[in-house]
């Protein structure tokens, strides 16, 4: 806050115009529990299991005619987590998504994430990440609720997400203010590619993905300011395995941080530069209004994602937490994976197959060598999860078998 607080004599008469709003819970309990001119949230304020569907239930039956709310009449607010820990944010963004009327207010909402990898809502995370090391690093896994693919997070990177109805939904507006502000601030230039991908040089420094509903929709990027690389190389590198899946698959792109552009851009600045280039734009048009149109907005709002300011809020994080979404959505895929049987005097190419439904080894076989025959493995390991180390169990366990046993399979003896 203290970086917001330098850029200019008129962004600091609007943070003090603003501070009420950033130190206290008065306004954004103001927000989220009334319905005051059409702005704001329809939740209730009771911190029950029913609070977030009672919210929805309002939301639904709450429509007005997007078409006839004038540009003029579209409040802004740029809203900054104060959470690093990835599901506390998954699980706002979900609840401003649900209860949140953006009808007459448009949000911007900036978070930072402590080191994740965090894939979409289609995805394998074992066709994407070696999952068994993220647990060993310290890498938190989670999966969100768009599409889209795999991306690393920690604190040099920057996520917007920004909110709309779902009939003013516009990703391109979204991605002009993010490369406005690079530009506006640091004379960075950048260019949107044919993904929806912010690139410099062809080298992507924001991945982008959607969620689209009704009434509300959202669009969320990345900004790669200073991630540490070494880490995101890393942790974006599966097990060595033939992956048999339908899930959505990632698409690998050399990327760069702005960092290397420019030495001066930090996660603060940037935070800041994005936060004034969407309030001083128009909310339905690229129409860069100045200090004029930054006044009128509701500014820059502290948010603390805990249950007495959103109620249901952790129950949301509870459920992008667990298992069962983590791990058990993921779609159904077969991996395979080599192995050589040995004995003293000869050798025995077969190949291991696990079938994984809804993340537990459903069936497990082998192949045997010029054969399409698949011989079921017996293991207490069937109907566990599936993840690397369980994998690897299951082969070490057979490199004991001997290949007369196998060939006692073979010819059909056993």
Sequence with gaps: MALLLRRNSLQVRLLQRLGATTSTLTEITRLVSTNNDNNNVTATTKSSPTATTTAGNKLQSKRINLAAVADADIKKSVFISQSHDIFTNLALEDWL?????????HVLLLWANDPCVVIGRHQNPFTEANVSKLVERGITLARRNSGGGAVYHDRGNLNCTFFTPR???NRKYNLNIVTRALF???AI?????????????NKKISGTAAK???PNAYHHCTILASANKLH???SLVKEPANYISRATASVPSPIRNLVDVNRSVNVPQLLSAVGYEYLRTAAMALEDGGSVQTMKQRGFQLINPTEKWFPGIEELRSNYSSWDWVIGKTPKFTVEKDLELKDDD?????KLSVDVEAGLMAKIGIQLPQSDQLVPVVTPLQ????NEQNLNGIIDALKMVSTSNVQQAMNGSI
């Design 232 to 234: 995101l190389g890393e």
């Design 346 to 350: 000869r050798g025995m190419k077969l």
């Design 212 to 214: 689209l509903g009704r």
């Design 184 to 186: 506006r601030e640091w």
């Design 167 to 169: 009939e003013r939904y």
């Design 383 to 386: 109907g566990q999860a599936y």
């Design 189 to 201: 230039k950048t260019e949107i590619n044919d993904r929806d991908d912010i690139v410099i040089k």
């Design 97 to 105: 998504y649900k209860n949140f009327d953006f009808g007459n207010h």
